[in-house]
């Protein structure tokens, strides 16, 4: 019985340490965060331009579905200018979460 509860103890410390995470520290001022945040912000513009071009092509599709009586026409341009929003939205969150990282300190 008493080898039991030793390979028990045992077993358990050995979980403990496997269990155990030291806690984490991230560096965002390392080498190649720059690198990303330029990146991040070329991506960014290229979306917003791409956006703005694709939101007046949606919103032409919205005007012509509606003078024509066409409703598919006006959901499909409905669906396109969400979609540009979204687009700039994920684009930017982007962004602005490397910059947030960046001005971390952690120690």
Do not use: Y
Request: glycine share 14%.
């Amino acid at each position: 019985m008493n080898a039991l509860n030793e390979a028990v103890t045992i077993a358990h410390a050995r979980v403990i340490n496997v269990l155990t995470v030291t806690n984490p520290t991230p560096d965002f001022s390392g080498p190649g965060v720059s690198a990303l945040q330029t990146i991040a912000n070329v991506v960014f513009a290229i979306v917003l331009t791409l956006a703005v071009i694709g939101g007046l092509i949606a919103a032409g599709f919205i005007v012509v579905g509606h003078v024509s009586s066409n409703g598919r026409v006006q959901k499909m341009g409905i669906v396109g200018l969400i979609s540009c929003i979204a687009g700039v939205a994920v684009a930017g969150g982007i962004a602005g979460l490397i910059n947030w990282g960046q001005s971390l300190n952690v120690a």
